[in-house]
């Protein structure tokens, strides 16, 4: 079982930056991945960007060279810096930690922090 708490939402205006958190209940080297999945209003979760135990990444073509995740070991968090953000960046942001043990993959989810982008 993995508990995954977001924060560091907001409102922000075009062009600025947020960096969200994501805190593990325990030590994210047991967690095969984490990633982060955003969701606008009238549409489906979508990934975002993700980060594996091995510290391999991959991003969604509308955030690339834009967003970056980053993890903390020490801290069991993961990080999404988010620069130039436009007002299509609007969505709630969920953190997942994917782990798989015996051949079975659990996906454990947060409860979501919104971010907003608007002048």
């Known amino acids: 079982q993995v508990q995954v708490v977001e924060s560091g939402g907001g409102l922000v205006q075009p062009g600025g930056s947020l960096r969200l958190s994501c805190a593990a209940s325990r030590s994210i080297f047991s967690i095969n991945a984490m990633g982060w999945y955003r969701q606008a209003p009238g549409k489906e979760r979508e990934l975002v960007a993700a980060i594996t135990s091995g510290g391999s990444t991959n991003y969604a073509d509308s955030v690339k060279d834009r967003f970056t995740i980053s993890r903390d070991n020490a801290k069991n968090t993961v990080y999404l810096q988010m620069n130039s953000l436009k007002p299509e960046d609007t969505a709630a942001y969920f953190c997942?930690?994917?782990?798989?043990?015996?051949?079975?993959?659990?996906?454990?989810w947060g409860q979501g922090t919104q971010v907003t982008v608007s002048s």
């Open positions: 997942k930690a994917v782990v798989v043990r015996w051949g079975a993959q659990y996906d454990y």
